[in-house]
T-cell receptor, first 114, second 112 residues
Framework: KQEVTQIPAALSVPEGENLVLNCSFTDSAIYNLQWFRQDPGKGLTSLLLIQSSQREQTSGRLNASLDKSSGRSTLYIAASQPGDSATYLCAVRPIGTGGFKTIFGAGTRLFVKA | DAGVIQSPRHEVTEMGQEVTLRCKPISGHNSLFWYRQTMMRGLELLIYFNNNVPIDDSGMPEDRFSAKMPNASFSTLKIQPSEPRDSAVYFC??????????FGPGTRLTVT
């Protein structure tokens, strides 16, 4: 059974710091891995999608990597800003479900202090 | 595009009442997902549809929950009868196979 774990559960950093959020999954048979951001009381916003054949994706100050063989992904945020404060969730799509089913981690709650 | 649209945004009801949540996916998307989010259990997939057909409803907690997708532009999640433990935020998301999912703003359900 696929399980997704995110470490740390919460993180508080000063503005301007570079930071790394971690995601691990138990079964490497996945179609893709996706990172989301969720603001309090809001829905999820997709940040980056990495297909299983890819190693990383970048968007602005965000960089996500995928090491499928070890079951790990990292989300790197450069030069953090108070506006980055949110909960970050990673999710995988296991092979064998037609690419539909998605398993989410519990998220990392990030607070960037001004 | 307006994105995924959900209604109502907030629903407060009494135990035993029927609750119907609505979702309009993004035009052109062929997959639709219903999720439930609580502090205790996080984000749980309840059911998903592909081309309007339910593919996997194993996440539906019990027979009180049912979901339909009568056409490509509309889906409902119904709870009958509702119970206090059903209180949560319910999200609808749409996408295409193997590609990103786009989430709606959610419906916050409170059952008293």
């Amino acid at each position: 059974k696929q399980e997704v774990t995110q470490i740390p559960a919460a993180l508080s950093v000063p503005e301007g710091e570079n930071l790394v959020l971690n995601c691990s999954f138990t079964d490497s048979a996945i179609y893709n891995l996706q990172w989301f951001r969720q603001d309090p009381g809001k829905g999820l916003t997709s940040l980056l999608l990495i297909q299983s054949s890819q190693r990383e994706q970048t968007s602005g100050r965000l960089n996500a990597s995928l090491d499928k063989s070890s079951g790990r992904s990292t989300l790197y945020i450069a030069a953090s800003q108070p506006g980055d404060s949110a909960t970050y969730l990673c999710a995988v799509r296991p092979i064998g479900t037609g690419g539909f089913k998605t398993i989410f981690g519990a998220g990392t709650r990030l607070f960037v202090k001004a | 595009d307006a994105g995924v649209i959900q209604s109502p945004r907030h629903e407060v009801t009494e135990m035993g009442q029927e609750v119907t949540l609505r979702c309009k996916p993004i035009s052109g998307h062929n997959s639709l997902f219903w999720y439930r989010q609580t502090m205790m259990r996080g984000l749980e997939l309840l059911i998903y549809f592909n081309n309007n057909v339910p593919i996997d409803d194993s996440g539906m907690p019990e027979d009180r929950f049912s979901a339909k997708m009568p056409n490509a532009s509309f889906s409902t999640l119904k709870i009958q009868p509702s119970e206090p433990r059903d209180s949560a935020v319910y999200f609808c998301a749409s996408g295409t196979s193997g590609v990103e999912q786009y989430f709606g703003p959610g419906t916050r359900l409170t059952v008293t």
